[in-house]
């Protein structure tokens, strides 16, 4: 194995080779390169080796680059080493600089499929050799780090191994030095723990330091994810990568998650031995030097990205959430829930060339109880009203998740027993009321002519069902498992939906059927008082099975955690 050096020149531990070596610190590379001919080196005098006269020919370099991978190497024609090409840098997110690293294989020719965006070239590396970091900048053209290399087997590339520690050779000494022993004041080894594996989670903290756990269920996502790895066996330490454009200020109250566990990849950036992105981008050039540097890459998809992707497509005008591809050959294994395996899981399989494995949805209450309206006792199911307050909470965003349908069942149901409602409300309608579709598609119902059905904004789905709800309607189209679901169910309201995930909870009606569906309201309205006690037992089961501190799930995690790599 040969790898690029820095551009040094040799020398016999005399006074002239001490001061070239000063002369060439000061100048920088480009003068060396410029008057290189014209330096007369004191280790030639002594009988060092000499520059091969036919290095500059350009069928002597062509045989250089198939020996060693486009760097000449060191052999009784030509001694001397043909410096490397400098690396590029790329900026990172947060400011800085990636020190682009190159590694290079002797007597193997490049195989594509280990090129990576960027034209950066990975090979695996057998131990004891050493990964040079080289500075872009130019002021500076020693090795700033070195670091141990594990080998790889073909079959599990991109997995952390064990080494022995680096090494690095002295001229003066005549020896292998081991890294951070005296006389190699540049590096520092690596701090490797004895047992346990470190995990970081991506999140993002917007500019007002918030986390925005309300938004969106992903965002409560990445924090149950979170306390999965936090209740692992095996886990020694879990982080939340912030990817984001603030710094967090302050933790909601009840959450078990310090402000020091949300950190700055670069800080954790030689520590990390999986990285899950879920709530937050990577930037390509950060996930090289992960994979560089052992790391697993887990893409975790809690959303359907295929489906919003052609929405945003033909829009008009255009949405700019469509997916970006810039990941590709990058990641390791991608992990999807259930609703979306259907629509979504070919779509990344054949993109992305790794299999897709099934994980579970996980949820507590943990968000629910941190609301007001459940610590003072309001939130929750009360029997024995005459007239229901029917409420809808689809977020009216994409096709996946309207109201259209619900409105229709409860439209359906109210025309049969209009004694049995008091009102229905359809939140995440108003903003479009204006719109010409929606408003003729609402003023056509006889329960909104009649004052029964209107539309309402965006409520936090806890207080919405507190004051405003005895039932809730909902449809979904691909994507039959919703947090919303998980709330309505542990407060033990009625539930009427469409997702055969939850046909044994709740009351379930088929696709687009919106008469069943106003029939299965009825029937809703007629036995949820009688069985209460069993209804609310079906959904603790349920509670419990989905809970991140479950065993199960933690040991499902971890199984797919160590999973061997498969390339496609």
């Not at 359809?426 to 002519?449: C, M, R, T, Y």
Request: aromatic fraction near 8%; include cysteine; glycine fraction near 8%.
């Amino acid at each position: 194995m040969v790898l690029a050096a820095p551009r040094r020149r040799y020398r016999s531990g005399g006074a002239g080779g001490e001061r070239h070596d000063a002369g060439r610190e000061r100048r920088g590379f480009g003068a060396i390169r410029r008057r290189r001919r014209r330096v007369s080196h004191p280790a030639r005098a002594a009988g060092a080796p000499q520059r091969c006269p036919e290095a500059d020919q350009s069928q002597h370099l062509r045989a250089h680059r198939l020996a060693g991978g486009g760097v000449p190497v060191r052999s009784r024609r030509c001694p001397v080493r043909r410096p490397a090409a400098r690396p590029r840098c790329q900026p990172l997110a947060h400011g800085g600089d990636i020190r682009r690293r190159q590694w290079r294989q002797a007597a193997n020719p490049v195989d594509d499929a280990h090129r990576r965006p960027g034209g950066l070239l990975l090979r695996a590396v057998p131990a004891g050799h050493l990964l040079a970091r080289t500075l872009c900048r130019g002021e500076d053209a020693d090795l700033r780090r070195l670091q141990e290399r594990t080998p790889v087997p073909a079959q599990c590339a991109g997995q952390r191994g064990q080494s022995g520690p680096a090494t690095l050779h002295d001229a003066r000494r005549g020896r292998r030095l081991r890294v951070g022993e005296k006389g190699i004041d540049r590096v520092k080894p690596r701090i490797r723990r004895t047992r346990g594996y470190t995990i970081g989670i991506t999140i993002f903290v917007g500019a007002d330091g918030k986390l925005g756990l309300w938004e969106n269920g992903l965002r409560q996502n990445v924090i149950f994810l979170y306390e999965i790895f936090k209740a692992a066996p095996n886990c020694a330490r879990v982080v939340l990568l912030n990817h984001g454009d603030g710094e967090p200020t302050e933790m909601l109250e009840g959450l078990d998650l310090p402000l020091t566990d949300i950190v700055r990849t670069p800080t954790m950036i030689d520590t990390l031995d999986y990285v899950i992105a879920i709530g937050a981008a990577i930037d390509a050039p950060t996930m090289t030097i992960l994979r560089e540097n052992g790391t697993k890459l887990i893409s975790y998809r809690g959303g359907n990205g295929a489906v919003i992707s052609m929405e945003a497509m033909i829009a008009n005008p255009r949405r700019p959430d469509a997916e970006r591809y810039f990941d590709i050959g990058l990641f390791d294994a991608v992990w999807m829930t259930p609703q979306h395996l259907h629509t979504y899981r070919p779509w990344i399989q054949t993109l992305y060339r790794v299999p897709v494995s099934e994980v579970p949805q996980i949820w507590a209450p943990t968000f629910l109880e941190t609301r007001p309206v459940v610590k003072e006792g309001l939130f929750g199911y009360r029997p024995g009203r005459d007239k229901w307050r029917v409420g809808m909470m689809d977020p009216n965003i994409t096709v996946m998740k309207t109201s259209h349908v619900g409105m229709l069942v409860a439209e359906a149901a109210w025309r049969e027993r209009r004694d049995a409602f008091q009102a229905i409300y359809v939140s995440n309608a108003l903003p479009h009321i204006d719109n010409s579709h929606f408003n003729s598609f609402a003023s056509s119902l006889q329960s909104v002519k009649a004052g029964i059905m209107t539309v309402e904004p965006r409520f936090v789905s806890a207080d919405f069902l507190a004051h405003h709800c005895d039932a809730v309607v909902t449809h979904h189209w691909e994507n039959g498992l919703n947090y919303v679901y998980y709330d309505v169910l542990h407060g033990g309201y009625p539930l009427i939906h469409n997702s055969e995930f939850l046909k044994d909870y709740g009351y379930y009606y088929p696709d687009f059927a919106p008469d069943i569906g106003g029939k299965v309201l009825l029937e809703a309205f007629d036995r949820h008082d009688k069985e209460l006690p069993a209804y609310q037992a079906r959904c603790r089961e349920l509670i419990a099975r989905l809970s991140p501190t479950n065993p199960d799930n933690i040991a499902l995690h971890e199984r797919l955690l160590t999973a061997p790599i498969v390339r496609l």
